[in-house]
């Protein structure tokens, strides 16, 4: 006798809910991904395997760009320290500490906090994996100085800005794409001024574009971990004047 497939009186069978569509925007930023991935792995295997790109790395490190518009470089050794980890990381936090303390929320820090870590770990792991060595210090033209010691690979100036300074426009609440926009121009500027400067090949420059955007790409991924750590300081914060108030009013 074959059971029945009704259900049993007083029991209701359970919806099959749909599967919630993606977003436009989640969409769009797997596509960024996507992309940004692709172009970051055609500039790793075009120096590992001394393409082309490697040529275009020494002609434009050849042209000396610093010896040949020298009335510029007193200008950009300033502007280069918009890129650096330390001097430009500070003063982000100094702005998004103020911003946390305004707010009473640690969330901006800690944002921060998780993008310049899952930068330290991604560009830092490949310059050590490639020991790639500077035009400064480079022996043999045409060659890519890989394995070498070395630590330009891809350019952290150049990621440091994408990340540091697109991490202000992500948090931005007012004139978030004029943020952005200041951000890619900040973030283009310090890429081609190590190359003028003679601190970095162009293929190091452009995968550290690559490198930094993937950063940005991921931040909204890290949002559930990000809302529990403020969550925690919160309570962390608070915890102690709760108690202290429960104390008193008994």
Not at 161 to 184: E, I, K, P, Q
Request: hydrophobic residues 50%; glycine residues 10%.
């Amino acid at each position: 006798m074959r059971a029945s497939t009704r259900p049993s009186p007083g029991l209701r069978a359970e919806p099959v809910l749909p599967a919630a569509p993606r977003r436009p925007a989640d969409r769009l930023r797997l596509l960024l991904v996507g992309v940004t991935a692709l172009v970051y792995a055609v500039v790793i295997v075009g120096v590992l395997a001394d393409t082309a790109l490697v040529r275009l790395d020494w002609s434009l490190e050849l042209l000396k760009p610093y010896k040949r518009w020298p009335e510029v470089r007193p200008l950009l050794d300033v502007w280069i320290v918009a890129g650096q980890r330390g001097p430009s990381a500070v003063a982000a936090c100094l702005w998004l500490g103020w911003r946390s303390y305004r707010t009473r929320t640690v969330r901006p820090l800690v944002v921060m906090g998780a993008a310049l870590l899952l930068l330290n770990i991604t560009v830092g792991g490949v310059k050590i994996l490639t020991g790639r060595l500077g035009p400064h210090y480079a022996h043999y033209i045409d060659a890519p100085e890989l394995f070498a010691g070395g630590t330009i690979f891809p350019s952290g100036h150049t990621a440091n800005a994408v990340v540091t300074w697109g991490v202000l426009a992500y948090l931005a609440v007012r004139w978030r794409r004029t943020g952005a926009a200041l951000a890619a121009l900040t973030a283009a500027s310090i890429g081609l001024t190590t190359v003028y400067l003679g601190t970095h090949w162009i293929s190091d420059v452009v995968a550290g574009w690559a490198a930094g955007l993937l950063v940005l790409l991921a931040l909204p991924w890290t949002e559930p971990l990000v809302d529990a750590v403020d969550r925690w300081v919160t309570a962390l914060y608070h915890g102690p004047a709760r108690s202290r108030g429960g104390v008193s009013a008994s």
